[in-house]
């Protein structure tokens, strides 16, 4: 039991640095779907502070803003990856786990604002913001890495790195 659980250990630091290796390539890959997802609130974000001037502050409607688009792009990467991998429960979980936390943290922001009282400081959202908006970056690279591809590749290229194999014990020069 021990020595299966040392060999899934070993499985998942092999998938988890086979993804670090391949993390530039889906970074490319995912630079338009995050831009797309963040550019509306980054010029909500750039007009208000036009608009303010001097007077702008990363207050809780800014942060409102920040945590909506980061509960859409939960939403789209569950979407991806119940989609592509039925095998990622882990990410999955982890993802509807995060999701919810950005959702009620939207709710109690909306109900500061409405009912104009404070519930958390500011820094409390301003965490939050920051926590979810880094977590649904990492999950949807995560989303995005074609592992199957990246493992592919790896096979490809440790094949051709061989200049010979062994058959039934027999050394055979490739």
């Known amino acids: 039991m021990a020595n299966e659980r040392g060999i899934q250990m070993k499985e998942y630091w092999i998938r988890f640095l086979l993804f670090l290796k391949n993390l530039p390539a889906t970074i490319k890959e995912s630079f338009i779907w995050f831009l797309m997802t963040y550019a509306f609130p980054l010029v909500q974000i750039f007009i208000i502070w036009g608009i303010k001037q001097d007077n702008f502050e990363w207050s809780l409607e800014i942060m409102k803003i920040v945590l909506v688009t980061n509960a859409s792009l939960y939403t ?65 690279l ?25 058959i039934n014990g027999q050394k055979i020069d490739i």
């Open 76 to 140: 789209s990467i569950l979407m991806v990856v119940n989609n592509q991998r039925k095998d990622k429960r882990v990410v999955n979980i982890l993802t509807i786990l995060t999701y919810i936390f950005t959702i009620v943290l939207f709710a109690i922001a909306m109900v500061e604002i409405t009912k104009n009282m404070s519930i958390f400081s500011l820094a409390v959202y301003q965490y939050g913001t920051i926590a979810t908006f880094s977590l649904a970056l990492v999950f949807g």
């Open 142 to 166: 995560i989303s995005k890495y074609d592992e199957v591809k990246a493992n592919s590749v790896e096979l490809a290229n440790s094949g051709m790195r061989k200049s010979e194999t062994s």
